[in-house]
């Protein structure tokens, strides 16, 4: 006979029990224990079972809902729990058959029903605990996005963010409280939105307006974007590079010889499932790869300062290696030796000794080599004249 799951993740809204469907106000009733943040404990009567406050930070919690295991149990979340909340932790942590979900009215249906926005073009973000940054490659004029925020103090810290990154023309739509009887909406301008009063749970309908620099969907952003010391893959050699890597959902690369660390950076932003970790020898840069990193958005990318192959010892297995820095045969006899047989390699050369090498390895293991030579228009006495790059050969592989 089916057993049924002990615990069940409940989605509840600001409105509280009258808002719940008969079927939760049942699971509600039959619990023994209820857990949950203050804020969603207050928002439900006492119904005699045992309450728990879920700690700060989240993952506390996990172990004391563990000891709870095989005991009626119900874990309040926001909304839909599954959009930005604690379903999906949960369920990375409990087998199939001990939990299940029912799920509320997102938050975002909520704000998008409010402003009139179509939800399938608009773009939602969670920043509960996740930085502003997280906004950088989407800023453009004309984006409509749905935010949720920490607490009130957040809304004037994105005011703040939006006119640093030259989008002043911004316009929020604040709501605190959705769905409840403490709920109000506002429409501010950056500048008043610095003044703060809003109170916590907001939510900020975002539309984007400024001269504030858009960067293009494609493959090799601006050089511009990238802080550097000059040891960057440049932006056409990064667009060539960046299509053979073929990023796919889901992967995970490693950025060898990271410099700039503008290749895991494009990396990451093609896809929110992709991760990367960049290895670079110098720690001035890797200092350098963790601020472009956190100053564009993709703080999913882990920075190891140390040399390769040494430092490789240890990292989760990549599905696609680049390395643009410290090519070496040791280093290819290892990636050779460790990495599975289905993981896809790219490597740039500059230099003769480095071209050599990867003639060697290609005719040995195959893949397919490329020779990229770019010139640019630059003065030349009193006319112009083609200023030749280095040329780079490219070696792309499965191995």
Request: with cysteine.
């Amino acid at each position: 006979m089916h057993k049924a799951p002990w615990l069940t993740v409940l989605g509840l809204g600001e409105d509280g029990l009258d808002g719940l469907p008969p079927a939760s106000r049942q699971i509600l009733e039959r619990a023994e224990i209820i857990m949950g943040p203050p804020r969603h404990l207050s928002l439900v009567p006492e119904t005699g079972a045992q309450r728990v406050e879920w700690p700060v930070p989240f993952a506390d919690g996990l172990p004391i809902l563990t000891e709870f295991r095989g005991r009626p149990t119900v874990v309040l979340a926001s909304g839909d729990p599954f959009w930005f909340g604690a379903g999906s932790v949960i369920a990375r942590n409990f087998e199939a058959g001990e939990w299940a979900a029912l799920p509320g009215q997102s938050t975002f249906s909520l704000a998008a029903a409010r402003l009139g926005w179509p939800l399938e073009s608009t773009l939602t973000f969670g920043l509960h605990a996740a930085p502003l940054t997280r906004l950088r490659p989407h800023l453009s004029p004309g984006l409509r996005a749905i935010l949720l925020l920490r607490n009130g103090a957040a809304v004037a810290e994105l005011a703040t963010y939006l006119t640093e990154t030259g989008f002043a023309d911004s316009a929020l739509h604040v709501m605190e409280a959705l769905g409840g009887p403490r709920e109000r909406s506002r429409s501010v301008s950056l500048t008043e939105a610095l003044l703060g009063g809003f109170d916590h749970p907001v939510c900020v309908g975002l539309e984007v307006a400024g001269e504030g620099r858009s960067f293009p969907k494609a493959s090799g952003k601006p050089d511009e974007i990238f802080e550097t010391d000059g040891q960057i893959t440049k932006r056409p050699v990064r667009a060539l590079t960046l299509s053979a890597l073929a990023p796919q959902r889901g992967e995970h690369l490693w950025d060898i010889g990271g410099g700039t660390g503008s290749i895991s950076i494009e990396w990451l932003m093609c896809d929110p499932t992709l991760t990367a970790t960049t290895i670079e020898p110098r720690a001035d840069r890797a200092e350098r790869i963790r601020r472009n990193a956190d100053a564009l958005g993709q703080d999913r990318l882990n920075v190891v300062h140390g040399t390769a192959p040494d430092a490789l010892d240890g990292l989760a297995l990549p599905d696609v290696v680049f390395i643009g820095g410290g090519l070496s045969y040791t280093l290819l006899e290892w990636l050779y030796d460790m990495l599975p047989t289905s993981t896809r390699l790219v490597a740039n050369a500059v230099t003769l000794e480095s071209e050599i090498l990867l003639a060697q390895w290609q005719e040995e293991i195959g893949g397919e080599l490329l020779r990229i030579e770019l010139a640019q228009a630059a003065p030349l006495g009193p006319r112009r004249g083609w200023k030749s790059a280095y040329p780079v050969v490219q070696w792309s592989v499965t191995l």
